[in-house]
T-cell receptor
Framework: AAGVIQSPRHLIKEKRETATLKCYPIPRHDTVYWYQQGPGQDPQFLISFYEKMQSDKGSIPDRFSAQQFSDYHSELNMSSLELGDSALYFC??????????????FGPGTRLTVL | AQSVAQPEDQVNVAEGNPLTVKCTYSVSGNPYLFWYVQYPNRGLQFLLKYITGDNLVKGSYGFEAEFNKSQTSFHLKKPSALVSDSALYFCAVRADNYGQNFVFGPGTRLSVLP
């Protein structure tokens, strides 16, 4: 079965650079979530989108922005990168919004290292 | 506010023995509880969830979990552990009046010793 695809899998950037992470949800899933998992930490919710509109916002820094496109893929744009942004970034998708019962299916993550 | 506690950072169990990974939660609405497993350098894999109904939920790879409303717990169990079960386990909660994102527990590292 198709899973959530994230690219790139690994990314190395310098401080103050920008980075763009991409997420391709499972086919027919219209809701996308972004999470950040720091070293030894649990995943922290950043932001979510449903039908190309932001549906919920968590602890996403102002330096970060995200959007969902007409094909339902999503991109997380990160600017003025800081050392503390080094983390594993997960994307998850689910078939519909407002279903707290719905399972979120996670991608393999993008490991961002900021030097 | 919603929160999840996993009181054990690390659980060690011998292969073939039963295992339990503990989770307690706090939510203001009806809870929806999930277990995910994370292998090294991998994403989170869904194991099982409790929505409503039978308090004992069966999931993937022989895992099950028991929802206990009075104790606000959702412990993960498996009758006979395998070495391949060694991984990081996350309990997560959502409430029907909260939002769509998960609140995760801190994770419990399970080591199954041969």
């Amino acid at each position: 079965a198709a899973g959530v695809i994230q690219s790139p899998r690994h990314l190395i950037k310098e401080k103050r650079e920008t980075a763009t992470l991409k997420c391709y949800p499972i086919p027919r899933h219209d809701t996308v979530y972004w999470y950040q998992q720091g070293p030894g930490q649990d995943p922290q919710f950043l932001i979510s989108f449903y039908e190309k509109m932001q549906s919920d916002k968590g602890s996403i820094p102002d330096r970060f922005s995200a959007q969902q496109f007409s094909d339902y893929h999503s991109e997380l744009n990160m600017s003025s990168l800081e050392l503390g942004d080094s983390a594993l970034y997960f994307c998850a998708s689910s078939p519909r919004l407002a279903g707290a019962q719905d399972t979120q299916y996670f991608g393999p993550g993008t490991r961002l290292t900021v030097l | 506010a919603q929160s999840v506690a996993q009181p054990e950072d690390q659980v060690n169990v011998a292969e073939g023995n039963p295992l339990t990974v503990k989770c307690t939660y706090s939510v203001s609405g009806n809870p929806y509880l999930f277990w995910y497993v994370q292998y090294p350098n991998r994403g989170l894999q869904f194991l099982l969830k409790y929505i409503t109904g039978d308090n004992l939920v069966k999931g993937s790879y022989g895992f099950e979990a028991e929802f206990n409303k009075s104790q606000t717990s959702f412990h993960l169990k498996k009758p006979s552990a395998l070495v391949s079960d060694s991984a990081l386990y996350f309990c997560a909660v959502r409430a029907d009046n909260y939002g769509q994102n998960f609140v995760f527990g801190p994770g419990t590292r399970l080591s199954v010793l041969p």
